[in-house]
């Protein structure tokens, strides 16, 4: 199992150019998330699919569309890049199973270093 | 608003003394606390997960306590190793989502 791929591991982007991120899980998990790490800010959540089918907004969606596209990929998209944007984003996966305390663990990918300039 | 609170400063210790980190809330009632460890260039990993209405977790040398009343968790490491220097991040659980904490980095020099 590769657990939670993510690509690309690098991306320069110009302010304004438009970009994909994407995020693939193969331990057949229900819910799929999206966050960015930035220093001294943490990890803040941009938006999540609980289920195939689902998208809702997280703490810092604005700037951002996400697309789950079947039960193992979860998009991120960038319409119009800003510097603000610049950060390393996240993808993570958790299975969700009314009752079952392991459930709640989410797994991550390694990550997407994005810069825009 | 809630808000999650960990020592900002690093934290150095010398191998083989106990490492004790801290997780603060405010404005939440978790029915989880997780804590995770972040290397540098990598992706947090799950350690721990503590319920409400459980004082203390143990896996090997990580202890986990969860005081709903003081709104505290203190994260320790037994007998630390260099191995365990790293980013600890603590979250609180919500049915569907997790809240970060900032982290707080741990140094064990040999």
């Known amino acids: 199992n590769a657990g939670v791929t993510q690509t690309p591991k690098f991306q320069v982007l110009k302010t304004g150019q438009s970009m994909t991120l994407q995020c693939a899980q193969d331990?057949?998990?229900?819910?799929m998330y999206w966050y960015r790490q930035d220093p001294g800010m943490g990890l803040r959540l941009i938006y999540y699919s609980a289920s195939e089918g689902t998208t809702d907004k997280g703490e810092v969606p604005n700037g951002y569309n996400v697309s789950r596209l079947n039960k193992r990929e979860f998009s991120l998209r960038l319409e119009s890049a800003a510097p603000s944007q610049t950060s390393v984003y996240f993808c993570?996966?958790?299975?969700?199973?009314?009752?079952?305390?392991?459930?709640?663990?989410?797994?991550f990918g390694p990550g997407t270093r994005l810069t825009v300039t | 608003s809630q808000k999650i609170e960990q020592n900002s400063e690093a934290l150095n210790i010398q191998e083989g003394k106990t490492a004790t980190l801290t997780c603060n809330y405010t404005?939440?009632?978790?029915?989880?606390l997780q804590w995770y460890r972040q290397d540098p260039g990598r992706g947090p990993v799950f350690l721990l997960l503590i319920r409400e209405n459980e004082k203390e977790k143990r896996k090997e040398r990580l202890k986990v306590t969860f005081d709903t009343t003081l709104k505290q968790s203190l994260f320790h490491i037994t007998a630390s190793q260099p191995a365990d220097s790293a980013t600890y991040l603590c979250a609180l659980s919500g049915y569907s989502t997790l809240t970060f904490g900032k982290g707080t980095m741990l140094l064990v020099s040999p």
């Open positions: 331990m057949n998990h229900n819910s």
């Open positions: 404005n939440y009632s978790p029915a989880y």
């Open positions: 993570a996966s958790r299975i969700l199973a009314v009752g079952a305390l392991s459930s709640y663990e989410q797994y």
